[in-house]
RNA sequence: GCGCCCGUAGCUCAGCUGGAUAGAGCAUCAGACUUCGAAUCUGCAGGUCAGAGGUUCGAAUCCUCUCGGGCGUGCCA
């Protein structure tokens, strides 16, 4: 990537020019130069406040230290230009002969374009883990699509990814839904206890358990949405019937980090970050939830992951700690454990609230969502948005097929692109991708610059956990697209030279456009 | 009370590991189709980045406090 390696051509500078002084490594080591994109054309393709990152440190004059840098930099070919601005920012202008050869590298490379090679850490990657007693909703939804793209965004970026769906098939739920389905079955009032919604009266005309039902229906309902598990874990069958509840409570006894108080079993979850002491076995002798929550993250340290990544929503925000303090006991701190947090959703239709509540019966299914505004659509809405905001999506506005719809907008840049190159072939313009270097225009500089960051915001995004880093740069790609094809026509029977030029861009901006989408389960159509 | 999250344009949201004049889509208004698909593009307008202090060459971004909203705070799941 061109961007790391420009940090690491500025960082040999300072080097030379500082004699390997300590400071200098020091920073190096740390801070390292920030490599930035100016927002102006006139700043350069790249941009590094390096100069003043170190006026401090150095207590030196940041235009002085920049003018330094400057000169070194300017030795290199692969930079046209190099400015030094202001206060000290140094501004630097790709060769075109680099961003020709980055696009060809696009091309050749395909999808593995910049990708890492080296193997990251093993990540067991829990979401959704709805409880099978009822269809999924939107903000399930929300985590089946963040999750999945943030799954092959990983996987991209060089993690394994293990992807697991937790199924809550054993506690209380399970017997309220049964009670609930007897009750439907002799005419009799549901419990108080029960599911009061209508859905319930599906599973009357099923033959098996209530809980099946659910479970088949929400794996048909995320297949629907392109979400895919390598495992769904039954609590019952992996915990309950082998014992591991009981085994994982002796084993934190054995180690010293239990005890009894008021006829009940507590975890000293205090000692490893967490608020309060936490409850495992009640004192009637049941197990809290708690108890094969921790049984089941022993599973995924047994496993032999070594990164944990659970997704949830943020009505369970306050029992991450003592998760995060099973987890740290469980295997002595060598088990990194990152949550992300999903706000909730609410659904407007025209502005208008929707009512998802589950008692009511009036809820809207992820189902019927997906029926309604389609697959694509829903993904993008739902992964355009970081986790962390609330979100209000509105079914009419994702439904318009229209210019209020980035998804068609994104898909429609890459339908034009194949259009022009079936223009090309109608017209017997043959695409040898041979020409003679031109001056680019502004709009396919642009969009060179920008399509030659996508390694770069992948990676953040895995890094960062924030899979709305790419759907957002996908629709900033996509504004740079359709200015270009606006202003520069690619397809000119007089000039052959500027025509293999642009349909050189063509073919690598689709290429990583592609290669986006996939990451994000977006089709990308070929005609719309 | 305590803890976590949020507060950016009329609306929905980006930007938050400190950088140059705070962005996009929608909505409003004015324009562009004999030319690769107008599901597009160009332009106008729209802002005390909730507020107040602080840190520094520089703060929407970091720190403190205040206000407003959501969620959590069970021997519930």
Known sequence: MLNIELQNNVHTILKNIFNENEQILDFIKTKGAKIEYPKERKFGDYST???????????????????????????????????????????????????????????EQKENYSKPKEQKEKIIFEYVSANPTGPLHIG???????????????????????????????????????????????NEPVPEDGYHGEYVKEVLDYGGEPIDFFLEQQKQT??????????????KKELHDKNNVKKVIEDLKSKGLTYEQEDALWFKSTEYGDDKDRVLIKSDGNYTYFSPDIAY?????????????????????????RIKAAVNALSEKKVKFDVIIGQLVSLFREGEPVRLSKRTGTMITLSEVIKEIGTDATRYFLTAIKADTPLDFDLALAQKKSSDNPVFYIQYAFARMNSIVKKAQEKNVEITFKFEPVEFQDAERDLIVKILKYPEEILDAAKQLEPHRVTNYLLDIATLFHKFYESCKVIDENDLNTTQMRMFIVFSVRQALETLLGLLGINAPERM
């Open 222 to 235: 995320l297949s629907e949405f392109r979400v895919e598990f390598d495992n769904y874990f039954s609590e």
């Open 297 to 321: 993250h022993k599973t995924k340290i047994n496993r032999g992951y070594n990164k944990i990544i659970n997704f949830f929503g943020a009505d369970h925000h306050g029992y991450i700690k």
């Open 140 to 186: 399930h939804g929300r985590w089946a699509a963040l999750g999945d793209t943030l799954s092959r965004i990983l996987k991209w970026a060089g993690y394994t990814v293990f992807r697991e769906f937790y199924v809550n098939d054993a506690g209380v739920q399970v017997k309220n839904l049964n009670k609930t389905v007897e009750a439907l079955k002799n």
């Open 49 to 107: 406040p390096a100069a003043m990152q170190l006026a401090k440190i150095l207590k030196k004059n940041p235009f002085e230290i920049a003018g330094q840098i400057k000169a070194e930099l300017e030795k290199n070919d692969k930079y046209e230009k190099v400015d030094v601005v202001k206060p000290g920012f140094i501004n630097i202008f790709l060769s075109n002969e680099v961003l020709f050869h980055e696009l060809k590298t696009i091309q």
